[in-house]
């Protein structure tokens, strides 16, 4: 008779649950802890797996895409988390955006319903030993965090932050419009267009707009002063950056056509859906730790949201990661450990989908080994692989957190010129990718 072979996944996030179901389908029995509901960290309020506590937005769709083609590769895996999201969606142009409580119950279902996997809904405090992942994300307990610092001692963080999500029948139609940037995809997005003169304003009140006192919690060491990771930046951090900084940014008004006066707005505000009934609205790139009260005075100032009401407010949190070039190899693996693996955020990757992947890679390695195998090594040419290659060999100095994007892939030999050469371009990457990890996971 086989011996059963086990495995520990702590953390039911979005990578926790994309490691237990690598391991699940191949025959090992997991142990899934998660410690909601009966705890819950500063940002998760959901009882629900795979929680989104940011935007509802897994990035672009578009294969020939760098988040699109990640989605791509995941999807050869069997990634519960695409399988979830696209079971999910709510219309968002070129995006995959999820109504994120059917998303969290979706993945919740079918990681509770697989039979070798068991849920326990326990802190835990010690870290394992030996054949375990750990995915406890960016706001790991005090008690674990503890114990993973004594083992691994580099520990770095950074603040990220969430946008302010308002309730569809708040928002003002006769100045907001519906379209997608050079109509690319259906009118999934609202618009609200700002001329000079309210730009103007709204810019002069963000900049002088109060922030909230950081909790406790949040609160950075003396000696490690606010870093705040550019991809989640505070849209009054980037405001103060310079007039034009949002502008050219989170509200940049290329590609929309304003129908009150057929000509592009000076500056504009997107809102995306945030469910299915596309009752609420997030507002897009208006991460925020601004003070509750000065959110709605300053975001009111939005022509179109003058009226708006606030479902959620944005908030500001802490993350913390690994300095994984010290710690990790290209499989998420401590190095030195008995297959101990960590995955998601605390890794250095950023982003929800990227976390997955991270979860799936970790996932995949654990089992092989479990099984005798030799673990896959995923080709650099690859979203997931060009990532976990970031994540074991970036340089610890200033180790940042990386997202997915076309620049951290090998260059092709075939230089592209002329008309729709990016397209061509990643068109090519996206091609090399997926040919050069069918052929991968053939050889494995």
Not at 78 to 95: L, R
Not at 156 to 174: C, G
Not at 255 to 282: C, F, M, S
Not at 394 to 408: K, L, R
């Amino acid at each position: 008779m086989t011996e059963q072979k086990n495995a520990i996944v702590i953390g039911a996030g979005l990578a926790g649950c994309e490691a237990a179901m690598q391991l699940a389908r191949r025959g090992i029995s997991v142990e899934l802890y998660e410690m909601k509901p009966a705890r819950f960290t500063p940002a998760h309020k959901y009882n629900g797996f795979a929680e989104l506590v940011c935007s509802n937005s897994l990035k672009a769709a578009r294969v020939d895409s760098a988040c699109g083609l990640l989605k791509e590769e995941m999807r050869r895996f069997g990634s519960v988390i695409c399988e979830a999201a696209e079971k999910t969606a709510v219309p968002a142009g070129g995006a995959l955006a999820v109504d994120r409580e059917a998303f969290s119950d979706e993945v919740t279902r079918i990681v509770r319903s697989h039979p070798n996997i068991t849920v326990i809904s326990e802190e835990v405090t010690e870290l394992p030993e030996e054949n375990a992942i750990i995915a406890t994300g960016p706001l790991t307990s005090d008690a674990l965090a503890d114990k993973i610092r004594e083992k691994c001692g580099d520990y770095l963080s950074f603040y990220d932050a969430a946008a302010p999500i308002v309730t569809a029948e708040s928002i003002d139609f006769s100045i907001a419009f519906e379209q997608s940037r050079y109509d690319k995809g259906g009118a999934d997005y609202v618009n609200c267009p700002m001329n000079k003169e309210e730009y103007d304003a709204f810019y002069n009140a963000l900049i002088n707009a109060e922030s909230a006192p950081l909790r406790e919690f949040d609160k950075p060491e003396e000696s490690a002063g606010l870093r705040v990771y550019e991809g989640c930046m505070p849209v009054e951090v980037l405001a103060k950056r310079g007039y034009d900084s949002v502008r050219y940014g989170c509200m940049k008004p290329v590609g929309l056509i304003d129908p009150r006066t057929d000509k592009r707005p000076y500056a504009a505000v997107q809102l995306r859906k945030e469910n299915v009934e596309g009752t609420l609205y997030n507002i897009v790139g208006f991460q925020t730790n601004l003070k509750f009260g000065e959110q709605k005075r300053v975001f009111s100032m939005i022509p179109g949201l003058q009226n708006a009401e606030f479902a959620r407010y944005g908030v500001m949190h802490r993350n913390t990661f690994l300095c994984s070039p010290k710690l990790l190899d290209e499989r998420f693996m401590l190095k030195d450990s008995k297959n101990v693996f960590f995955a998601g955020q605390m890794t250095g990757v950023e982003g929800y989908v990227e976390s997955a992947a991270s979860g799936i890679t970790a996932g995949r390695a654990l089992a092989d080994i479990l099984e005798g195998k030799k673990p896959l090594t995923l080709p650099r040419t690859t979203m997931m692989g060009a990532l976990a290659w970031y994540v074991a060999n970036a340089w610890t100095h200033n180790f940042q957190p990386m997202g997915s994007n076309m620049g951290i892939l090998p260059p092709l030999e075939e230089v592209f010129r002329g008309k729709d050469c990016k397209e061509r371009k990643y068109k090519a990457l996206a091609d090399r990718a997926l040919s050069d990890l069918d052929k991968a996971m053939a050889e494995n």
